[in-house]
């Protein structure tokens, strides 16, 4: 357990930001030299490069010289017990490389995820995140209490999530990839509400487009892991959403046990209109998460 906690201000956000455009270079001296991608398999079958490893290095070291009493759990570093994890209070929750397919595939659309997550009665929660785009070099930040923010460059904008007042309603999805549930939100959104623009981004870029303003809606229901949606839920609630477990009004928690996260929605405000019917849509009980 950890004996101190940092102060969660704008200080210590840019601070994660530094470490996470660090972690991004590493990235694209990799990805700019496909030959030296070095791709395996992971147990589960997903790939691993060499520069997921080399972010994972960056991260793992600048966070424990920056909170000395915090652990960091990275998806490269998964195998802590649930034992042990359950005995933190904050800790931080690192996705190296989210994205590692559209890395392969040299399609920009991967991230640097960074959270921070603070154990409460109700769970895990997201109280800080960092999302580094190392193609771009854009970074979204957000924190409780704080705010969130979109950084390139020198250029600084804080943002906020939109409700759809004019033009139609954007959902980040693909009818392509859909499935039964997503489909069914996607019909339930167009019967209450109009026309439907899909859109689509790769990794936890999903949510920050709804985080900006871009997009309202992003229905997720199929596989993710805690350190792939923490860092941008954290955003997506500093800048006003919200992010449920699918078929709930619930927010998605971390911490847990199994690392798989159930499926969830993303949506610009609490109040937003929902499909008809939207509590059986896809419900999964917490215990079987």
């Not at 923010?149 to 250029?155: F, H, V």
């Not at 039964?180 to 439907?196: M, N, Q, V």
């Amino acid at each position: 357990m950890s004996k101190l906690t940092p102060t969660l201000d704008e200080a210590l956000l840019e601070r994660v930001r530094e470490l996470c455009a660090s972690a991004g270079r590493a990235i694209l001296e990799v990805y700019q030299d496909p030959a030296s991608f070095g791709t395996e398999s992971k147990g589960d079958g997903s790939p691993l490069t060499r520069a997921d490893l080399a972010s994972h290095g960056i991260l793992l070291h600048g966070l424990r010289a920056l909170t000395p009493d915090l652990p960091v759990l990275s998806e490269e570093s998964a195998e802590v017990a649930y034992q042990e994890r359950a005995s933190w209070t904050r800790y931080w929750l690192v996705d190296p490389l989210d994205g590692t397919k559209e890395f392969v595939k040299r399609n920009g659309e991967f991230t640097v995820n960074v959270a921070l997550i603070e154990v409460r009665e109700e769970g895990g929660v997201p109280v800080a995140g960092v999302v580094h785009v190392p193609v771009t070099g854009t970074t979204y930040l957000g924190a409780e209490g704080l705010g969130a923010w979109r950084i390139q460059g020198r250029t600084r904008v804080q943002i906020a999530t939109a409700a759809p007042t004019e033009g139609p309603v954007r959902v980040v999805a693909s009818r392509s990839h859909g499935n039964p549930d997503t489909d069914a939100f996607i019909a339930g959104l167009e019967e209450r509400l109009g026309t439907i623009t899909l859109t689509s981004s790769g990794s936890s870029l999903k949510l920050c487009r709804v985080a900006e303003g871009a997009a309202h809606y992003y229905p997720r229901v199929a596989p993710t892991m805690e350190w792939d949606s923490a860092a941008a839920q954290a955003i997506v609630e500093a800048a006003g959403g919200v992010v449920w477990r699918f078929g709930t009004r619930d927010p998605l928690r971390y911490a847990k046990r199994d690392l798989l996260n159930p499926p969830f929605l993303v949506s610009y405000a609490a109040d937003a209109p929902l499909p008809h019917g939207y509590a059986d849509m896809g419900f999964r009980p917490l215990e079987d998460a």
